[in-house]
């Protein structure tokens, strides 16, 4: 694994290497605002699998699509329900995903096949330009299965799980995970608890 060092939002030439090693079918460790995230092409099932095995990951938990900027999500969605906009409306770029009715034929990798699909828009600076340089990312924590998600804030990077690329730029803001919304049904239901809080969900 390659380690580029970043202090705030990397360079053109380290942004142009995360896009060459995305559009090479690699995977890419970045930060995000709340942990560390391992992520590759949505729709390369190699690089998808790969992930997995680096992670020992659970082969039935899909991986969440990362996106640069909100309206990107209309690419990966066959349908926004009420909720689901509201959440993106007054809590995107930020610390939650939502879970939705995925559009036929896109990230089928990524969502193991499944109907449904996890997006989230990170409310970081770093995290967004590497999103812009190479376009949505599957992605999922950067941490061996059950262990501590990566934060920057630990001075051993051997505990990452192998990835082709990995860019750290420092101690992320929040050190916690994301909160994931499931917004398939008439009303909104919290999968997992993380960054954003239930009551500030419900005032959405």
Not at 162 to 177: D, K, N, S, V
């Amino acid at each position: 694994m390659r380690v580029v060092r970043s202090a705030g939002v990397p360079g053109d030439a380290v942004l142009a290497d995360a896009a060459a090693c995305i559009a090479d079918g690699g995977t890419l460790i970045f930060p995000t605002e709340t942990v560390y995230g391992i992520g590759c092409a949505p729709d390369d099932a190699a690089a998808v699998d790969a992930i997995f095995r680096a992670k020992r990951r659970s082969a039935d938990k899909p991986l969440a699509i990362h996106l640069a900027r909100p309206e990107q999500a209309m690419a990966f969605a066959a349908l926004l329900r009420p909720s689901a906009r509201r959440i993106m409306q007054r809590l995107w770029p930020g610390p939650i995903a939502i879970v939705v009715e995925r559009a036929p034929g896109v990230a089928t990798a990524a969502a193991l096949n499944g109907d449904t699909i996890s997006l989230r828009c990170p409310d970081d600076d770093a995290c967004r330009a590497i999103l812009r340089a190479t376009g949505p990312l599957a992605a999922t924590s950067a941490n061996i299965s059950d262990a501590p998600p990566f934060t920057g804030e630990q001075a051993d990077e051997s505990a990452l799980p192998g990835a082709t690329l990995a860019i750290i730029t420092g101690p992320t803001r929040l050190r916690q995970e994301s909160t994931v919304v499931d917004c398939t049904g008439d009303k909104a239901r919290i999968l997992r608890r993380g960054a954003v809080d239930e009551a500030t969900i419900a005032s959405v």
